[in-house]
């Protein structure tokens, strides 16, 4: 059955509410003209260009031949739950036991989770702009409303403990942010998140969802500070990350939390009548990714940065491009609003996602608008590219917004 106004009715409420993930409806647009013989180079999904290392794929292989081809534990294997145990006191000193541990299909997945678990009808969560276009979404799902923060451009996209503090009122249920930030790459640091932490400490029945995926792309000399290993936050922080980004293992889809006791069996219960257990093979891997060499992850980070330097570097010779510099993670995120209002003379730019799609067309480039991240003077470019691609694709940029007047 072909879908129609009708047909589309039919589909629940929940449904028909929801956006559609911009990320993911730049990037089917451009495998569209990609498939139509175009030269696309595609910068708007957020997904490493680096191999999955060859010691991981090798516990992968080995977990196959011996014959890990059942179904898993719904919080996961003892032996990757103790991993990351492990690993959040090795790296975020987050003092958590396997039973603190819950594994699932992805960070998204896990963020999911704690949402539906935490979050009552009507009730708030705080969202610290610019954030991942998920976030919004599912609050929605959970049918909790969402209570937009917006970090300036002037202050690295960051928000403030006086903007937090106004921002909690008595419905608030959970403050939620990433750090190292997608779409921005800006980085709250040991002295920021403890002033923001102090904020939340003072409102007792409020959670914070730390989102840390981008963890280990981090370009700053002082490093990563989790807001979970503050003493009096402890039990109220629930920590997400997973190995996508930083392991290159985006299709293994895998992610975890470490929550207080109570938080992580309320996850497990959900989950194990949702999707139960994550992929066997994808649980095997990680552990050895968790407990293995880090030389492969550090490596990419180096190349990381080195975009960065490279991109930021282009983007400011762009007129009109107001750029930060990022601090982790692997984005640019320039302010484009210079060019709204102005026209090539067929098409009229009035917002990014115009500018966005304008690109697209004219040039082939996929970006993705900042309006889906809470921002909507920017536009998010993907740096997970070769140099050669990024220096293309933004010289494409800059020749096309030459048009705009």
Known sequence: MTATNETVSLLAERINALEESSTLGMTK????????????????VGEPDFKTPKHICDAAKKAIDDGFHGYSPVAGFPDLRQAIANKFKRENNIDWKPENVVVSTGAKHSL??????????????????????????????????SVVVEGSFENDFKVTPAQLEEAITGRTRIVM?????????????????????????????VFVL??????????????????????????????????????????????YIGATKWIADGVEKLQGQVTSGTNSIAQKAAVAALNGPMEPTQ????????????????????????VNVPQGAFYAFPDVSYYFGKTDGTTFISNSDDLALWLLNEVYVATVAGSGFGAPNCLRISTAASDE????????????VAKLN
């Open 29 to 44: 647009k451009a495998r569209e003209l990609a498939a139509q013989g175009h030269k696309v180079i595609s910068l708007s």
């Open 112 to 145: 999911a989770n704690v949402i539906q678990v935490l979050v009552n009808p009507g009730e708030e969560v705080v969202i610290l702009a610019p954030y991942w276009v998920s976030y919004s979404e599912m609050v929605k799902l959970a049918e909790g409303r």
């Open 177 to 205: 942010f990433a750090s190292p930030n997608n779409p921005t790459g800006s980085i709250y640091n040991e002295a920021e998140l403890r002033a923001l932490g102090a904020v939340i400490a003072q409102h007792e029945d």
């Open 210 to 255: 730390a989102d840390e995926i981008y963890e280990h792309i981090n370009f700053t000399t002082e490093g990563h500070f989790s807001m979970g290993s503050i003493p009096e936050l402890k039990d109220r922080v629930i920590t997400v990350n997973g190995m996508a980004k930083g392991f290159a293992m985006t299709g293994w889809r895998l992610g």
């Open 299 to 322: 490596e990419m980070n180096a190349a990381y940065a080195r975009r960065r330097d490279l991109v930021v570097g282009l983007l400011r010779d762009i007129p009109g491009f107001k």
């Open 389 to 400: 691609a990024l220096v293309e694709a933004i010289g494409r940029i800059k020749t096309a």
